[in-house]
């Protein structure tokens, strides 16, 4: 079983910022990825980075949100630097990790509020 320990988020101005971070298990290739889940919505794809490096955005968050990861031994941590929030951000934000050949895998969730 893989274990996703994630961190940050709060309550925030609208206007400001927050990262929040996830570690999981470092493999050769995965994919890491932040989803968000409003009341009364479904989840959804915030942003995801490969391995290889690439990523992808919602359209909601391109040019606000950006995805990064940090690579050690055994590990990979991976952020979710969040500018300019506004309050339809507010969600709470799961991180979730793809291995080849073993699954899908979701962190506990952490609520993000964006205040007006």
């Known amino acids: 079983q893989v274990q996703l320990v994630e961190s940050g988020g709060g309550l925030v101005q609208a206007g400001g910022s927050l990262r929040l971070s996830c570690v999981a298990s470092?493999?050769?290739?995965?994919?890491m990825g932040w989803y968000r889940q409003a009341p009364g919505k479904e989840r959804e794809l915030v942003a995801r980075?490969?391995?290889?490096?690439?990523?992808?955005?919602a359209p909601s968050v391109e040019g606000r949100f950006a995805i990064s990861t940090d690579n050690a031994e055994n590990t990979v941590t991976v952020y979710l630097q969040m500018n300019s929030l506004k309050p339809e951000d507010t969600a709470v934000y799961y991180c979730?990790?793809?291995?080849?050949?073993?699954?899908?895998?979701w962190g506990q969730g952490t609520q993000v509020t964006v205040s007006s």
């Open positions: 980075i490969y391995s290889g490096g690439t990523t992808n955005y």
């Open positions: 470092r493999t050769i290739t995965y994919v």
């Open positions: 979730n990790a793809i291995y080849p050949g073993r699954g899908a895998f």
